[in-house]
């Protein structure tokens, strides 16, 4: 199995933390991953051209080419994004306006998708990003098999509290069917 994380936070903390966790934890189980990091990517804005709709490839010459390839030979997606006014971060809407590709090409029909969401508190956290997550895969005609939310106020509350940690782990097992 292939997993391939993408991260939409601007900033090494949470998210990063909880993908990363995710992915170790997988890796037990001999699966391959990948994490990418938006923050570290040159991804142009989309502009709508619709070039994609005919050509079923996208013009811009960007680091979303190798997103693309990886995400396309990927079995599980996970996304993830901090909660940024009850939405998804800049960075991370960036990213999905540029999946207008596989609205048409349809290649990532069927995939698998795990949603990671970090918020303040219990309201920020709630089902808005979530639930962005899920409209997408709908147009992607991919499958959300789990989406784990946790709160976090400060850089590093996650990777600092063993229960947070201990969901994470279970989080994995259940999605991956470990013991």
Request: proline share 2%; net charge neutral.
């Amino acid at each position: 199995m292939k997993i391939v994380a993408i991260s939409g936070s601007p900033r090494k903390g949470n998210t990063e933390f909880m993908l990363k966790r995710i992915l170790t934890q997988a890796e037990k189980s001999e699966v391959s991953t990948a994490l990418i990091l938006l923050r570290n990517k040159r991804i142009e804005f989309c502009d709508g051209c619709l070039s994609c709709d005919s050509s079923f490839i996208c013009r811009k010459r960007d680091d979303m080419q190798m997103i693309y390839s990886k995400l396309e030979d990927a079995d599980l997606i996970i996304l993830g994004s901090p909660t940024y006014f009850d939405n998804v971060t800049g960075m991370m809407k960036n990213f999905i306006d540029r999946l207008n590709i596989y609205n048409v090409n349809k290649k990532l029909k069927g995939k698998k998708i795990i949603i990671v969401n970090v918020g303040q508190d219990v309201s920020v956290i709630s089902n808005k990003v979530v639930k962005y997550f899920e409209l997408l895969s709908e147009c992607l005609e991919s499958v959300v098999i789990g989406d784990l939310s946790l709160i976090a106020k400060e850089d590093q509350d996650i990777e600092n509290d063993p229960e947070r940690i201990m969901k994470i782990d279970e989080f994995v097992k259940s999605i991956l069917g470990q013991n």
